[in-house]
């Protein structure tokens, strides 16, 4: 027990998460039960409103369940005010969003540095890394162009970086290749697991690019705000439902 | 962040020109207007600038110094009976028509100033000697009066002569000669006429039938006595108004004449509304233009402070980004407005026309102006950023 207890990087017990007024209330999340595991790489996939994202939110400490518990890295997140969470996502999360939202105004190196410097940290300290972490994904030499003269296989990458330039023990990917072809989709995916693996981080992917279910240790269906089944080999998913 | 935010504020260029050129033109009007409204108001006083001494005394119903109520010749005598009092002397100030040669006729000032102590007298000559007022017929013109009716000359070939006035020329006032023996530099007055020079006994020659000609007496304190101290031995002893000089709008005390006049026209004129009204104007444009302006950047980049939140950054360092960039562009703004100000500012002082007094503490209030159009346009982005849910990065 002490051993799973260990390993377990994301839990969540019988969340309920609702909108609406109680006259007219939508049920996102009903009793949902998740775990992601420290070192893995989940994906929660699932038919568009069956509440993954509201579970991804919840994970991420965006949104406050109604009821049930969520610990992430043995922090429990559920109570916790919203500057405390705000304080909890500064130093465990990173994200890479469905459409980037990398700053246009912004060079690319200065995109990167955002949750160095959200943590306080010095200007050159964080380009300094920024600068290696934009080399690891292959784009050295951009670092002080503009987000949109980039390909978007390379702003989602710039994307990556700015995810996994603060180390957090925690990456929420939310459909990360929907805005990308099948090439740069795989390309993009393979740097997420290749950078992600480690046995002090987990990795969080929604998903409806069932292409890149193979790059998953493990997939969470979701179903009607619940995970209905987690399974290890994705030829067991009925992808057409999806 | 502070970079961060100023980097996106300077990366949006036309977005960036946009939020300038509102603070910029608010910062403008307003510095301008008020500018033009206190180089108006200077105007009004502008006797007691070009006419100096340390105490005015005047008829007690007087309120302003363009608004002489004539004395009788005797008080001159009980004033110099005052304790304290070094010496008085008397000052004539009429509005009369000159005639010039073309047959037009021209409004003046007419100052008559004593003839043996010449006070009152303009300190700057750009031509002449202020002796020569001795002579016969004698005046000294302004050299705006002199350029302003010398194009209303005509030369010795009955042309029109297109010249200043020049030492030698002649006018009439009031049928009786007048022959420039100098040109004088000094301020123009807000009725616009020019202001000319000539002694306290040939001024009643020229103002016919006036049964009193002293409108003011001029005083000297004793030394180690302060003005304001003999302006209230003389209103005591005499009956008469006594008044300082002080003419530094700043500076200028209770008894300052200048200081009456200002507020005279403030109360009795339309100027310091429509003025005012210009003022505000460029107030309202200001914040109508940059917070419009800066409300749609923050909406643009609504997102991207949705993803910052959601990063981890608190309210507070977002709020204070929006200020950072705020604040940064109403400084720009203000430097472009208030730089713009000074130009034009330099072209009315050299044209003479309008008058245009720039004092700091105009640049200092439109400095706090602009950066409170700067404040409610940061609280507008901060508002509508509070409002945002972090969880809204993950909607698409």
């Known amino acids: ?242 | 962040m502070y970079r961060l935010a100023l980097n996106m504020l300077f990366g949006d260029l036309a977005k960036l020109a946009m939020l300038l050129c509102g603070l910029a033109f608010s910062a403008l009007l307003m510095a301008q207007q008020s500018s033009v409204f206190f180089g108006i108001m200077s105007w009004t006083y502008t006797p007691m600038v070009n006419i100096r001494a340390q105490v005015w005394v005047s008829d007690p119903m007087v309120e302003q110094v363009n608004d002489a109520k004539p004395l009788r010749d005797t008080d001159l005598g009980r004033v110099r009976s005052v304790d304290g009092v070094a010496w008085a002397a008397p000052l004539h100030t009429s509005f009369v028509q000159a005639r010039m040669q073309d047959g037009n006729f021209k409004l003046i000032t007419l100052v008559g100033i004593d003839a043996d102590t010449f006070a009152g007298a303009p300190a700057v000559l750009s031509q002449g000697r202020i002796e020569d007022l001795r002579l016969p017929d004698t005046v000294i013109v302004d050299e705006w009066g002199a350029a302003l009716m010398g194009r209303m000359g005509v030369g010795p070939d009955g042309q029109p002569r297109n010249t200043p006035l020049k030492v030698g020329d002649t006018f009439e006032i009031n049928d009786i000669q007048a022959r420039i023996v100098g040109i004088c530099r000094v301020k123009r007055a807000f009725t616009g006429g020019p202001f000319v020079y000539t002694t306290y006994d040939r001024a009643k020659g020229y103002t016919l039938g006036a049964r009193r000609t002293l409108s003011f007496m001029l005083v000297e304190p004793q030394k180690g006595v302060p003005p304001a101290e003999l302006c209230d031995r003389i209103e005591r002893d005499t009956g008469l108004k006594a008044w300082t000089s002080d003419t530094v709008i700043w500076n200028w005390g209770e008894r300052s004449l200048a200081r009456n006049t200002f507020w005279w026209f403030w109360t009795n004129t339309g100027i310091p509304f429509s003025f005012g009204t210009a003022v505000l104007l460029g107030l309202f444009v200001g914040i109508a233009i940059s917070g419009q302006t800066f409300y749609s950047f923050v909406l643009e980049n609504l997102k991207y402070f949705a993803a910052i939140k959601a990063m981890g950054a608190g309210m507070g360092v977002i709020a204070r980004m929006l200020l950072v960039q705020a604040f940064t562009a109403g400084l720009v703004g203000f430097g472009l407005g208030a730089g713009m100000a000074q130009a034009i500012g330099r072209v009315m002082i050299e044209k003479g026309m309008p008058p245009f007094v720039m004092y700091p503490q105009i640049l200092w209030a439109t400095f706090a102006l602009v950066l409170g159009i700067s404040l409610v346009s940061a609280l507008i982005g901060i508002i509508k950023v509070s409002r945002v849910d972090a969880a809204s990065v993950f909607r698409g």
């Open chain 1, 1 to 242: 027990m002490s051993h799973l207890a260990h390993t377990v990087a994301v839990r969540a017990t019988g969340v309920d998460m609702f909108f609406g007024t109680p006259e007219n209330r939508v049920v996102a999340l009903k009793q949902a039960d998740f775990e992601a595991r420290r070192g893995e790489l989940i994906m929660l996939v699932g038919p568009s409103g069956c509440g993954k994202t509201t579970l991804l939110s919840v994970i991420a400490g965006t949104l406050t369940p109604q009821a049930g518990a969520v610990e992430v890295f043995g922090q429990r997140l559920d109570g916790l005010g919203q500057e405390a969470l705000t304080s909890f996502r500064r130093r465990h999360l990173g994200f890479v969003f469905q459409s980037f939202n990398l700053i246009p105004t912004l060079t690319v190196a200065e995109n990167v540095m955002v949750p160095l410097l959200i943590q306080g940290r010095p200007y050159g300290e964080a380009r300094d890394r920024a600068v290696a972490i934009l080399d690891k994904v292959g784009l050295k030499g951009r670092e002080d162009g503009r987000p949109n003269a980039l390909s978007g296989g390379q702003q989602q990458r710039v994307a990556i970086a700015r995810a996994l330039v603060h180390e957090p023990p925690l990456l929420i990917c939310d459909e990360p290749t929907s805005a990308l072809d099948k090439d740069t989709g795989a390309q993009i995916m393979q740097m997420v697991r290749d950078l992600s693996r480690s046995p002090e981080r987990c990795v969080v992917v929604v998903t409806h690019d069932h292409r890149i279910f193979r790059f998953a240790d493990r997939i969470a269906e979701m179903e009607d705000g619940r995970i209905s089944r987690v399974v290890d080999d994705p030829r067991l998913l009925d992808t057409s439902q999806l």
